[in-house]
């Protein structure tokens, strides 16, 4: 099966591009047919009520956390603790290179 560069999958890690969760990392549960996909975070975003997200507003990675999709396509929800397991793994290189840090100064905060 050849892969269209940016077409979501399931267990996919993507990054809201739009609205209330604007730069929130989430994991793909389903691709709903219609340019729709069902994508969770495990703590305001939970598995038992994801959110229904166009997937304009998505920005795919190329990163899949394989457990969950395996557990996916076999037709089983995996628990918010198990997303945020993932997510956590996927993301993990992400904040070590987060250059924010490196803006704040000495990291002491107004102390006169």
């Given amino acids: 099966m050849r892969r269209v560069p940016g077409e979501l999958r399931v267990g ?4 809201s591009k739009a609205g209330r969760d604007r730069g929130r990392p989430l994991l793909v549960l389903k691709v709903a047919g219609d340019g729709y996909a069902y994508v969770a975070d495990g703590e305001l975003r939970r598995v038992a009520r994801p959110k229904r997200k166009n997937v304009k507003h998505l920005q795919p990675t190329g990163r899949i956390a394989r ?14 603790a198990e997303i945020r397991k993932a997510l956590a793994a996927l993301t993990e290189g992400e904040r070590q290179s987060d250059p924010r840090g490196e803006e704040e100064g000495d990291g002491e905060k107004g102390c006169d």
């Fill in 12 to 15: 996919q890690l993507v990054l």
């Fill in 67 to 80: 457990d969950m999709a395996a557990k996916l396509e076999a037709g089983k929800l995996p628990t918010d």
